[in-house]
């Protein structure tokens, strides 16, 4: 299961970083599930150490796993992409 993987404002899901690529190369066969996590910004906002108590929600999507011959950046834009789309939920 993997969110964006790093705290920003909550308005935009920055670029994967190489981590879910390394992790996708030694695990072939596992499925990486998209996750997006709905107003962690409000919750925990980057430099604080104390969680505010609202609700927040969490969509999981379809798992991907690498594809042969995918490169890296190609790999990364396509797991992000999955993140963006849960972030638009369809009604």
Not at 21 to 45: G, T
Not at 67 to 87: I, K, M, N, Q, T
Request: one cysteine or more; hydrophobic letters at 45%; aromatic letters at 8%.
């Amino acid at each position: 299961i993997f969110p964006e993987g790093t705290r920003g404002t909550g308005e935009t899901i920055a670029p994967f970083r190489s981590g879910l690529f390394v992790l996708a190369q030694a695990f072939p066969d596992a499925e990486l599930v998209p996750v997006h996590l709905d107003n962690l910004s409000r919750i925990m906002p980057k430099g604080s150490y104390l969680f505010v108590p609202i609700t927040c929600t969490a969509r999981f999507g379809a798992p991907i796993s690498l594809e042969p011959g995918e490169e890296r950046l190609d790999f990364l834009a396509r797991a992000r992409e999955a993140v963006v789309a849960l972030a638009r939920p369809t009604p």
